[in-house]
Every structure is written in structure tokens, then in C-alpha cells.
């Protein structure tokens, strides 16, 4: 299995955020997950980001979509 590993810097232009953005997330929690890599190395798994995108992405519902209200 293969995974193409992010830096900090190219998940947050990834994601369209800022690295600082990023950075706070970690030490809040980590909503985004991420790899450590030895003790201080950090990187994002792409294929990972592209799923937390797609989970967190707001659709309309049915009757938006169908034209409103019935």
C-alpha cells in the first residue's frame, strides 16, 4: 500500500488553509488526522485529507434540490 505524505505546508494548501490553521488543530486535538513521523516530523496522509473533505462536505437536501417547497 502506498501513501503519498503531505508536509504541513502542502496539506494546508491542500486544504486552502493555513499552516498555523493546521498547527492549532493539532495541539487542540487533531480533528484532522496526521502522521508522526520520528519525534517532531509531521505529515498528512493525502488520501486521508480527501476523505475528511468529503465527510465534512454539506449537501443540499432532496427538496433544495428538487426545487423548495412542495
Given at each position: 500500500m502506498s ?68
Amino acid at each position: 500500500m502506498s501513501k503519498f505524505l503531505l508536509t504541513t505546508k502542502e496539506a494546508a494548501r491542500f486544504l486552502n488553509v493555513s499552516t498555523a490553521f493546521l498547527e492549532r488543530d493539532r495541539w487542540a486535538g487533531a480533528r484532522i488526522p496526521f502522521i508522526k513521523v520520528g519525534s517532531r516530523a509531521v505529515r498528512y496522509d493525502q488520501s486521508v485529507l480527501e476523505a475528511y473533505i468529503e465527510a465534512r462536505t454539506q449537501r443540499p437536501s432532496g427538496d433544495a434540490v428538487a426545487g423548495g417547497r412542495p
